[in-house]
């Protein structure tokens, strides 16, 4: 149903679209060109998208690009490209630092139903991930079922030495990370991650031997690493789900 909607928006989109470049073509809007239509029409349906979804990130980069779109139409030809790109960068990161919590939850509430759907966690009981693992910037050494660490504006080396591991959440905001999972051991066949990087660099170390299945969103950043394509070394049956958002940032994951 879900991915119905979406087809009905963008099929919609597309159709206004063209109506709006044959207005254009026939005179109708002066000195608006296909460029300004189509550009003005992917942005703003970016956010659109955002503000349903509650990603900042989308809404201010929306804009952001519009505001490129029609500077000069505007008169702002000083602030653009580049200030108002970093503009929206960082107020995305003002506004995840203000209002924090949703992206968690909604990977909490995907994290809870995989292992309530498992057989070595039938009997679960999920109290509600607000406090687990450890955000303190000086704790490098960890332990625990459920880990969470969370970055910002400096640099920072966590190790996560548990030896049954369910679940790891990373936040890394306009800083950079190193995380080390070598000496970690999975609780079951499923290590559930939510990457969180925003405008920084974050370096992930895992054992070898596990698999690699990626679900992370990019936006002008990627998750990358030659190791991820060595699928044929990782042979036993841990498998690492990686889901969250990497956006204006770099993230490696690596074997060792």
């Known amino acids: 149903m879900k991915k119905r909607a979406g087809n009905i928006f963008w099929g919609v989109l597309i159709i206004a679209a063209a109506a709006l470049w044959l207005i254009s073509e026939m005179g109708y809007l002066d000195n608006v060109g296909f460029k300004h ?21 989308s809404v201010f980069m929306g804009l952001a690009f519009l505001a490129i779109v029609w500077d000069k139409e505007l008169g702002i030809q000083a602030i653009t490209p580049w200030p108002v790109i970093g503009a929206a960068i960082l107020l995305t990161i003002g506004c995840s630092l203000i209002f924090r919590g949703f992206g968690r939850k ?71 990370m190193e995380v080390y999972l070598d000496n970690a051991r999975a609780a079951g066949d499923k290590v559930y991650m939510r990457i969180e990087c925003y405008a920084g660099g974050l370096e992930i170390y895992i054992p070898r031997n596990w698999r690699v299945q990626n679900k992370v969103d990019c936006f002008m950043g990627a998750i990358d690493g030659p190791d991820m394509q060595r699928e044929d070394e990782a042979v036993n049956d841990v498998t690492l789900i990686l889901t969250g958002t990497v956006k204006a940032a770099g993230v490696d994951i690596i074997r060792v």
């Open 37 to 57: 239509i189509m550009f003005s029409a992917l942005w703003g349906a970016w956010i659109i998208k955002g503000i349903v979804s509650r990603e900042s990130f």
């Open 106 to 176: 909604k990977w909490e509430k995907n994290y809870f139903c995989n292992y309530k759907n498992s057989e070595e966690d039938s009997n679960h009981s999920w109290q509600g991930n607000a406090n687990y693992g450890t955000d303190q910037p000086h704790q490098s050494h960890v332990e625990g079922e459920h880990v969470y660490h969370m970055n910002r504006f400096s640099g920072a080396q966590k190790y996560i030495d548990s030896q049954n591991l369910k679940s790891v959440e990373i936040i890394n905001k306009a800083g950079g």
